[in-house]
């Protein structure tokens, strides 16, 4: 009797395991519509920096669907307003779709080609650069005596090499090229530039929701580089351009606190905030931005970028005759 | 925390004139449910093909003392997996599985507190257990990392039942009392989280994340584990035994989140004995 007893009190326990959890929402389209203007209206941070009104937005886009709208139909609307953000850290997968993002250069591939590392390569580095085991990760090598180059496609344990790219007798100048950089973990950026550092400095601050109110944030958290490095006594040039984003546009605001560097090439993406990746209720991806970044004087770059201070761009027709006018801008600034 | 841990510790050297010390190896499936939706509106759910724990027993007339580890990997999903294309890829990519690992860390001392030891017997006593979860989500193109951690301390039940010789059924209740809690921040990626794993290790990250909880109350936390195991005697020092596990997890700061385990395992354990003068 006890046995019995056990084993349906077992089958109980298993049995209504699922009415403990919440009840999952609906997966119609004007549903998951709401779902994700709710969602960024409390999640999504820079909303007055990328002057959103998610009411208007609502009322534009929220008509157009109904219960018996398609997923490519919920898709084509969910992009169209998403894409007023025009931010990189916002996009979405949903399946037999193109990936979205909601930034127009990454989008379109806007001015995509303008930079070539191939031609950076061919016709620049000395003989016996090195580059990464992936074509993405990064090159560093000399563009002629005295000149180190350094590039890196993303933000992440690569950085560690910028020592490595800087262990050269003596050098006069550095270019430090993040052009095409797609971002990552900025703190492996700020651990490779405090070798450069020799005392602590405020290299922008942070805030991030923490609740659905507009004005629910956590308080600033102020971002260093620590003291201890070692200056490199040379001047430094910094290339960006529009596809330069996330937290390498936090390394650059990063290397503005240091002596001697100069930013030259195009504006930089403007997503500056992080980035987090969520689920909607139909189980499409989506990223949302939940962070304010702010640089030690205050400004604000989300949505507009970080200017260079000597803008200069490629051009199909230099690419196409094997040159690149950013880089040799870069080396006349440092002869 | 570090007193109950101590105490726990010293209950494991001090005790019994005579004991039977018995360690076992368990393996088997385990299923995972949760919903947090910090991440998701969804409930993932999961089978772990790895699931692995190693127990250790010391029992006597009056008590026993156990301290268990276990491992376990889940691939998980919470709608089937889709197609998607992307502009630098000539074939459509596919989204994968989120991956969740749990390790669990366990310690209890129970007195026997009534029952004949040949036909049954009812312990009670204290349990302090570690749940480390490091959540891998995979939401297509992108994913995110999340944490969560438990630490409880329970008061606990065990039950257990000699059919014959060889076979027993036992069972065991734990109810938190009090709970270290914590969990990914209400955005996920906060300025706190990115400088805890700013020193890019995995298990240090984790320790990191794990110590910045808080105290959690009933009304903030709900957990309790059951679990019940049938073990036949194979000969005087081995044993196998067939056991079920299931636990709960609630929270609801700073979303709600709901965990649910299933498991079953099987065991072998070795069992000896020795005379402490």
């Given at each position: ?325 950013v880089l040799e801008k870069a080396l006349e600034?440092?002869? | ?13 001090c005790q019994f004139a005579t004991a039977q ?177 700013s020193s890019h290790r995995g298990l240090k ?73």
């Amino acid at each position: 009797m006890k046995s019995i007893i056990f084993l349906l009190a077992l089958a109980t326990l298993i049995g209504c395991q699922k009415e403990i959890f919440q009840p999952e929402p609906a997966t119609d389209a004007p549903a998951v519509f709401d779902y994700v203007v709710e969602t960024f209206e409390s999640w999504y941070a820079p909303t007055e920096e990328r002057g959103i009104d998610w009411s208007a937005l609502r009322q534009q886009y929220g008509p157009m669907l109904n219960e018996q709208s398609t997923d490519s139909e919920l898709y084509e609307v969910l992009t169209a307003m998403l894409a007023h953000l025009d931010d990189t850290h916002v996009s979405l997968t949903a399946p037999d779709q193109p990936l979205f993002f909601a930034n127009e250069y990454y989008r379109e591939r806007k001015d995509d080609s303008l930079f070539r590392p191939d031609i950076v390569e061919a016709n620049y580095l000395l003989p016996g650069f090195t580059k990464g085991p992936d074509e993405e990760d990064y090159a560093y090598g000399l563009l002629e005596e005295g000149i180190a180059y350094a590039w890196f496609g993303h933000v992440g344990a690569n950085w560690e090499q910028l020592e490595k790219a800087l262990a050269q007798p003596n050098l006069t100048g550095l270019v430090l090229d993040l052009r095409h950089n797609e971002g990552g973990d900025f703190t492996f950026a700020l651990q490779a530039l405090e070798k450069l550092n020799p005392s602590r400095k405020e290299v922008f601050r942070s805030r991030t929701k923490d609740g659905d109110g507009p004005n629910d944030f956590t308080d600033w958290y102020t971002w260093y580089l620590e003291g201890g490095g070692k200056a490199p006594g040379y001047p430094i040039v910094v290339l960006t351009d529009r596809y330069t984003v996330s937290a390498c546009e936090r390394s650059v605001l990063a290397l503005r606190q240091l002596d001697d560097v100069t930013i030259i090439g195009d504006t930089t993406n403007g997503a500056i905030s992080t980035t987090v990746a969520r689920q909607l209720p139909n189980g499409w991806g989506y990223r949302i931005a939940p962070q304010d970044v702010e640089a030690p004087d205050g400004a604000v770059y989300e949505g507009k970028g970080i200017p260079p201070d000597v803008f200069i761009q490629n051009s199909m027709a230099d690419g196409e005759a094997g040159r690149d006018v950013v880089l040799e801008k870069a080396l006349e600034l440092l002869q | 925390m570090k007193t109950i841990a101590t105490l726990l510790a010293l209950a494991i050297v001090c005790q019994f004139a005579t004991a039977q010390n018995t360690l076992e190896l368990t393996y088997g499936f385990r299923h995972y449910q949760r919903q947090d939706l910090t991440f998701s509106p969804l409930i993932f759910k999961g089978l772990a093909p790895l699931n692995l724990g190693l127990s250790y027993q010391k029992s006597g007339e009056k008590s026993q003392t156990s301290i268990g580890l276990n491992l376990a990997g889940f691939a998980s999903r919470s709608v089937a997996a889709f197609d998607y294309t992307k502009w630098n890829e000539s074939e459509p990519l596919t989204t994968l599985p989120s991956n969740f690992w749990l390790i669990d860390l366990g310690a209890s001392h129970l007195r026997r507190v009534g029952g004949a030891a040949e036909r049954t017997t009812w312990y009670a006593g204290l349990s302090l257990d570690v749940q480390l979860g490091a959540l891998f989500y995979d939401f297509g193109e992108y994913g995110a990392f999340g944490y969560t951690t438990i630490a409880s301390l329970s008061p606990t039940v065990v039950g257990k039942w000699h059919f014959g010789e060889k076979n027993s059924l036992q069972f065991s209740a734990k109810l938190p009392l009090l709970n270290w809690l914590a969990r990914s921040p209400y955005a996920i990626n906060d300025d706190d989280f990115i400088e805890r794993q700013s020193s890019h290790r995995g298990l240090k990250t984790l320790l990191r994340l794990s110590a910045d909880g808080h105290l959690a109350s009933l009304d903030q936390a709900q957990a309790g584990s059951f679990s019940a195991k049938f073990q036949r005697k194979i000969n005087e020092k081995w044993a196998a035994s067939l056991g079920y596990n299931f636990a709960l997890l609630r929270s609801q700061d700073p979303h709600p989140l709901t965990a649910i385990e299933n498991g079953v395992v099987v065991g072998i354990a070795w069992a000896w004995s020795k005379s402490i003068k």
